[in-house]
């Protein structure tokens, strides 16, 4: 059981825009930056957003993410048959004083 | 380019102890947050815990399933991360990666490709 709570999976098709939702609660979501991970198959992760809805250099601007209170969103716009990974959320929790990550999303491009 | 290679993982028997090492190339390790995240097989990401910079004291965190039975530590003269892990148990079965964590206005994240440790009889 994750402490931050992702959908299993998520699909779309080439072009169209998808969210994954990332849910917490006040000691981490609500009071840390969130950090979004991308997992593509056999490989290690990478990090896709950082505080919030930042974007390392390199990562293309069709990858978005955002916060609102408990909860934050990655948006992937314009999508890709490489896109297809495992997508990961993450914050630190002050109550539990580590750093929590979500179950993770399989992303599937129809 | 940035580099992180992990190496020491390997076979255990439950009670076990192994040491993991990360040599990183190529970037300021020194003024890194490094961590350790792992991964059982066809499982999702799972946190181990973190050492900072010197200069912000080099504390360490950890997961709950692993404190008091690993020990992260890093050594900035030789660019290498450790991970020492005693009373391996069968639920510490996974890929070890270790991850860095660079902030200067920018963001720079590296991960390793991964070490398998496997705890079992």
């Known amino acids: 059981q994750s402490v931050l709570t992702q959908p299993p999976s998520a699909s779309g098709t080439p072009g169209q825009r998808v969210t994954i939702s990332c849910s917490g609660s006040?000691?981490?979501?609500?009071?840390?930056?969130v950090y979004w991970y991308q997992q593509l198959p056999g490989t290690a992760p990478q990090l896709l957003i950082y505080?919030?809805?930042q974007r390392p250099s390199g990562v293309p601007d069709r990858f978005s993410g955002s916060k609102s209170g408990t909860s934050a969103s990655l948006a992937i716009s314009g999508l890709r048959s490489e896109d297809e990974a495992d997508y990961y959320c993450?914050?630190?929790?002050?109550?539990?004083?580590?750093?929590?990550f979500g179950g993770g999303t399989k992303l599937t491009v129809l | 380019e940035v580099q992180l290679v992990e190496s020491g993982g390997g076979l255990v028997k439950p009670g076990g102890s192994l040491r993991l090492s990360c040599a990183a190339s190529?970037?300021?390790?020194?003024?890194?947050?490094l961590s350790w995240v792992r991964q059982a097989p066809g499982k999702g990401l799972e946190w181990v815990g973190r050492?900072?910079?010197?200069?912000?004291?080099?504390?360490?965190d950890y997961a709950a399933p692993v404190k008091g039975r690993f020990t992260i530590s890093r050594d900035d003269s030789n660019n290498t991360l450790y991970l020492q892990m005693n009373s391996l148990k069968t639920e510490d079965t996974a890929v070890y990666y270790c991850?860095?964590?660079?902030?200067?206005?920018?963001?720079?994240?590296?991960w390793g490709q991964g070490t398998l440790v496997t705890v079992s009889s």
């Open positions: 050492i900072k910079k010197k200069t912000d004291g080099e504390t360490t």
């Open positions: 505080r919030n809805n």
């Open positions: 006040s000691s981490n979501i609500g009071s840390n930056y």
């Open positions: 190529a970037f300021t390790f020194t003024n890194a947050w």
């Open positions: 993450a914050a630190w929790d002050d109550s539990l004083s580590v750093r929590v």
């Open positions: 991850t860095s964590y660079y902030y200067d206005g920018s963001a720079y994240s590296h």
